[in-house]
DNA sequence: CTTCGTTCCTGTACGC
DNA sequence: TGCGTACAGGAACGAA
C-alpha cells in the first residue's frame, strides 16, 4: 500500500524516465482510471497528445506532472495497489493495465496499473497553494484536487505548531486526525500505526487533551518511519522501473505494531492487539499505548 | 462548519 | 473440491 515513502519513491522514478518528453499516443484501458477526468477518456487523451511532460511533484500520496501546454498537470494517485511503470513499450501487457503512454521519442512507455482501481489518473488545472509559504509562483501552484491537501511532515512548508493547534480543536482521535489528509498528508493506515506506537500514544486518545510534548513525539514518530521507509525503498528507482507497493522490502524488516498481531512488542514483550476502528485494523501495544479512559473515535 | 459512516474494487486466505 | 465470507484500505461523498 503506497504511503508517502512509496509515492515519493515513484515521483524520482517519473523525474528520471519521463520528465522532458513529448507525449506520441494515450490509451485508456478502463474507463474508472479517468473517472475524476471532468470530461472522460477522450478529453483525457486528447489533453495529453503532442503535450510536453514538465518536473515531477508530489503532495502527500498525490503526484503530479505539469503540462507545457494548457498550463494543467497530469494528477496521479495510486490508491491502494496502484503502479506507474516503465518500459520497453513492445512488452506484454499487464493484466491490470489501465492507462497506457507512448513518446515522441520511441522510447519507453508509462503504463499506469492497478489491480484494485481505487488510484486513477486525470489531468487539472493549476491553482494557488492555500497551505505555501511565500515562494515563487511557479511552486506555489498545486492542481485543484490537491488544494485541500495539507504539506506532508517531512516538506519545510509543514507547520508543526499549527498542526498542534488544529488538533486542539479537534474533537476526534489521534489516529483518525493523522489519516486526515487535510491536516497532515501523507500517512496512511500502516505509517500511522507505527508512529503512534514509537509515540507510545493509544489510536483512540482525544486531540483536544494531547500536550505539545505528545504531539511532538507523534510527529517525530511519523518522521522517523517515513524517513527509514524511504531509505528502505530509495534504492530502486535508479532500475528501469519505477517501484511501488511495499517493494522495498521494509514492510518484513522494520515494522512494531502493523500486521504483528499477538507477537511480542519490541519494546516491553506485552502481545500487541489489533482493535477494529473505521473498518480497518489498529494495531498497539496493550502496555505502551494503555487506552484512554475518554477515547474519541 | 465538523464529524463520521458508506462506498468503490478484486485477489487472497481461510473455515466449513 | 468448492463455496461463502472476511479482509486489505485511500478518500470522495453525503448525512447528521
Redesign the pocket.
Known sequence: ???LPEVEVVRRGLERWVSGRTVAAAEVL?P?AVR?HVGGAADFTARLIGNTIGAARRR???LWLPLAEGGGAIVA?????GQLLVGDPARARQ??LRVRLTFTDGGHDLRFVD?????HLMVAELVPDAFGRAGKEAEAAVPA??A??APDPLEPAFDDEAFYRALR?????IK??L????LI??????Y?DEALWRARLHWARA??NLTRAEVSRVLEGVREVMTAALAAGGTSFDRLYVNVNGESGYFERSLEA??RRGEPCTRCGTPIR?D?F????SYSCPKCQPRPRRP??
Do not use: C
Not at 473505521?278 to 485494523?281: A, G, K, L
Open positions: 500500500m503506497p504511503e478502463h474508472r475524476r502527500g500520496k498525490y494517485h495510486l490508491g491502494m495497489s493484466r491490470h489491480q484494485r482501481t481505487f488510484g484536487p490537491v485541500h491537501i480543536r479537534r474533537r476526534t482521535g483518525r486526525a489519516l486526515d489528509q487535510s498528508s501523507g500517512v496512511g493506515n500502516i500511522a486531540t483536544e502493523y500486521g489489533r477494529v473505521m473498518n480497518r485494523s474519541r473515535l
